[in-house]
Structures are given as structure tokens and as C-alpha cells.
């Protein structure tokens, strides 16, 4: 069977799956080991080697997933995008990322960068302009992330790896927020793809892990770092990633249309101000989200209006969590302004559009119309 040629869900149920040869049993096996017999091959197997038989065939349905030749899968989201960086970025180095970063990928790049000499610019804005005026004769590698956090802005993928490309510069992309269910960012001419699995690839809201999809080359090269930074994941917890990608391309597609839903619902509504979802049609960037994205997501922001309190709002509710996290199977909410971008000066929150009514909405797989009636009693009862 052409691995090429096989569905989403196909790919999802069943490549990268390990036949259990002995027993016949329906699922993979779980290989514990960290000690394997020593075989006459260059590369001996090793958890830190990300090459034992479960981490091994679990990066065969990462790639399948992402159109790519090979994948690795990591401790943590950022176990996977600081290895990316450190394999692709040395002393003198030059790189370019998207100023609507997830904080925790903007921290790592202030804090850790300066210590090994490698230089970075935070974009002015995400369109193709703001990247292309910041490259140097220095930079190796532009960063991106589409949709963004909180605010859900898109950028023109494709337009940002050509640019790159032009330049002999390599593209990233963090491609959490949409996941490969909704964006393929390599068939849009992007290099390396990266994930937090502990988002839509776990999406269970148990597991921390993370990935990352590329050329054989690129992985050849992120693989040797990577074994020396030690950031990969443990076998037990490989398995409970490969049986939640099983249900990967369902889950995603009922967040999509719930999102989708929801965001009509809120946008209709009289105590809400604005809502930011790319599926909607007065979404400035419908059009781009339209041309390389093939669902939306289920990621949205709305604001409530001034006259209304979203800490009130967010303890009035019954079924929908306020959580930290997203991407999970039950919806979730949060207030960027108190969590996410609380170290940012309330000034510098305005100016990117963060007011302290913004509600960050990770929507679920719930019935759409039990988290309409969270959403009508929670505002009904702060109301009143
Ligand atoms: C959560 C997240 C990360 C970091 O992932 P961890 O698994 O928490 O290390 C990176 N990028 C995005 C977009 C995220 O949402």
C-alpha cells in the first residue's frame, strides 16, 4: 500500500502501527526496553536515539501526517523546537520569527540566544514585508506560526518559504494551532514543521510531547543534536501518542465545525464585541486562511463588551474549564491578559489587541449546543 495514497483517517488509524507478530494482538506492542542487543548497525538502538521500535514507527505516522520524508518525536513541544534551532543555528547566526509567537518559543529565543551568540529579530507584523525587511546576510532560518495566539492572524505561508527559499534562508513553521489535519505547511514549500503534541496530536489533555517533520537531510541534522540535547520522549508515553493521533483526523474535524459554529454564535451575539476566527467571513485574512488551510480550527478569541467582566464570566460558567492549555476534547477558556501575555505591560497588550475582555475559547468536541447554553447562562447570570 503507497503510504501516499491513503486517507487522514487511514493514516491516522494505521500507519506507523507495530504488527504484534507474536500474540496477534490488535494494537501496538510497548517496548520498554533502554538496553537492546547489540546488532552490527552504525546507529545502535537507544531511547536518547529516538530509535526504539515505538518512537521509531510512531515518526512514520508524524511524517505520513505531515507530507514529509521523516519525523522525530520529542519530550515537549519545546524539547522539539529548541532542538530546531540549536541544530540549525550557530555563534554569528541570524534568525527571523513572527512577533505573535507562543510565549513560551519567544522566552526561550530572549532568554537563551544571547548566551550563544545567535541573533534574532522579532517581525514588526506577519505579513510577507515585515519578514523579508528583517533578513540580514546572516540569517539562516525565518520562523513562523499560523494561526497566531490569541488573535488568530494568518500569514502567507507559502509566500514566506519562497521568500526564504530565494534567499537560501530555511523555513519553520509551528504548526500546533492548525494541525496537520487543517495545514500541511510542506506542500506550501516550508522546510521543517513543528509540533506541540501536547495539543492537537495528544488531545487528550495528558500527554506533554512534541514533534517534528522534515527532508531526511534536515532530520539527519536535527537527530544529531538531538541526541545530544536528550530531549525524547518515553516509550510508554509514544504509545498513548500513537492511540491518540488514531482518532486525530474525527477529533479535529468536530472542533472545526463546533469552532465554526461557535464563532457565528458569539459574533451574533449582543454582549460580544468581536470575535477573531479565521472561518468567519469579515476575518481580514478569510481569503489567505481560505487558500492553505483546509479546515479553520478550533481555536477562537472573542471580546465581551465593556460593560460586561470576563473573570465573572469565565467562574459563571458550568461547562466550559477556564484551563492554561487547549486543544484538548473538552473546551477550554482563558484570559491572555492574566495568563499567557500577563508579562506584558498593559500598554504593550492593547497595542497588540489584548484588552483584559479578551477570551482566548479552545473549543471541544462537546454538543455545539450545550456550550451555547454555558456560554447564554454564564453571561445571563453576570448580567443580572
Ligand atoms: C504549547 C505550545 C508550545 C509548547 O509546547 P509544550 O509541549 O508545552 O512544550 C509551542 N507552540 C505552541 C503554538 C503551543 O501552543
Given at each position: 500500500m503507497s503510504?501516499?495514497?491513503?486517507?487522514?483517517?487511514?493514516?491516522?488509524t494505521h500507519i506507523g502501527e507495530i504488527k504484534d507478530e507474536q500474540f496477534k494482538g490488535a494494537v501496538s506492542p510497548i517496548y520498554m526496553s533502554t538496553?537492546?542487543?547489540?546488532?552490527?548497525?552504525v546507529?545502535?538502538?537507544?531511547?536518547?536515539?529516538?530509535?526504539?521500535?515505538?518512537?521509531?514507527?510512531?515518526?512514520?505516522k508524524i511524517a505520513a501526517l505531515e507530507h514529509a520524508e521523516a519525523a522525530m518525536i520529542?519530550?515537549?513541544?519545546?524539547?522539539?523546537?529548541?532542538?530546531?534551532?540549536?541544530?540549525?543555528?550557530?555563534?554569528g547566526d541570524h534568525i527571523v520569527v513572527q512577533n505573535t509567537l507562543y510565549g513560551g518559543t519567544a522566552n526561550f529565543i530572549r532568554e537563551e540566544f544571547p548566551k550563544h551568540g545567535i541573533e534574532f529579530t522579532f517581525t514588526n507584523g506577519y505579513n510577507v514585508s515585515d519578514f523579508s525587511a528583517a533578513i540580514r546576510?546572516?540569517?539562516?532560518?525565518?520562523?513562523?506560526?499560523?494561526?497566531s495566539n490569541p488573535l488568530l492572524t494568518i500569514t502567507d505561508i507559502k509566500a514566506v518559504a519562497s521568500l526564504a527559499k530565494s534567499n537560501n534562508i530555511i523555513s519553520t513553521i509551528d504548526n500546533t494551532f492548525a494541525s496537520p489535519v487543517n495545514q500541511n505547511p510542506i506542500d506550501l514549500g516550508i522546510d521543517i514543521v513543528m509540533h506541540s503534541?501536547?495539543?492537537?496530536?495528544?488531545g487528550h489533555s495528558d500527554i506533554l510531547a512534541g514533534a517534528v517533520a522534515s527532508s531526511n537531510q534536515h532530520m539527519e541534522t536535527i537527530w544529531n543534536v538531538g541526541k545530544n540535547l536528550g530531549g525524547s520522549l518515553s516509550d510508554f508515553t509514544v504509545w498513548m501518542l500513537e492511540r491518540s493521533i488514531k482518532t486525530l483526523g474525527l477529533r479535529v474535524k468536530a472542533q472545526n465545525r463546533n469552532a465554526k459554529k461557535l464563532a457565528k454564535f458569539l459574533q451574533d451575539h449582543d454582549a460580544v464585541k468581536k470575535v477573531y476566527y479565521p472561518g468567519l467571513k469579515n476575518h481580514p485574512q478569510h481569503a489567505l486562511a481560505k487558500s492553505q488551510m483546509k479546515g479553520f480550527g478550533g481555536m477562537l478569541s472573542f471580546e465581551l463588551i465593556d460593560s460586561l467582566n470576563a473573570n465573572e464570566f469565565l467562574s459563571a460558567l458550568k461547562l466550559i474549564k477556564p484551563s492554561m492549555s487547549l486543544a484538548g476534547v473538552e473546551s477550554t477558556m482563558l484570559l491572555p491578559y492574566s495568563t499567557s501575555h500577563a508579562l506584558l505591560t498593559q500598554e504593550q497588550r492593547v497595542a497588540l489587541g489584548i484588552t483584559n475582555n479578551l477570551i482566548r475559547f479552545s473549543v471541544g468536541?462537546?454538543?455545539?449546543?450545550?456550550?451555547?447554553?454555558?456560554?447564554?447562562?454564564?453571561?445571563?447570570s453576570i448580567n443580572s
Open positions: 503510504e501516499e495514497k491513503l486517507g487522514l483517517n487511514t493514516i491516522c538496553s537492546y542487543a547489540f546488532e552490527n548497525v546507529v545502535k538502538r537507544y531511547p536518547r536515539y529516538f530509535n526504539t521500535p515505538n518512537q521509531a514507527y510512531l515518526s512514520k520529542f519530550a515537549s513541544g519545546m524539547a522539539a523546537i529548541s532542538t530546531v534551532f540549536f541544530a540549525l543555528l550557530k555563534a546576510p546572516n540569517t539562516k532560518v525565518i520562523h513562523i506560526e499560523t494561526p503534541a501536547t495539543k492537537y496530536l495528544g468536541i462537546e454538543s455545539k449546543r450545550d456550550l451555547m447554553l454555558d456560554i447564554e447562562q454564564a453571561i445571563q
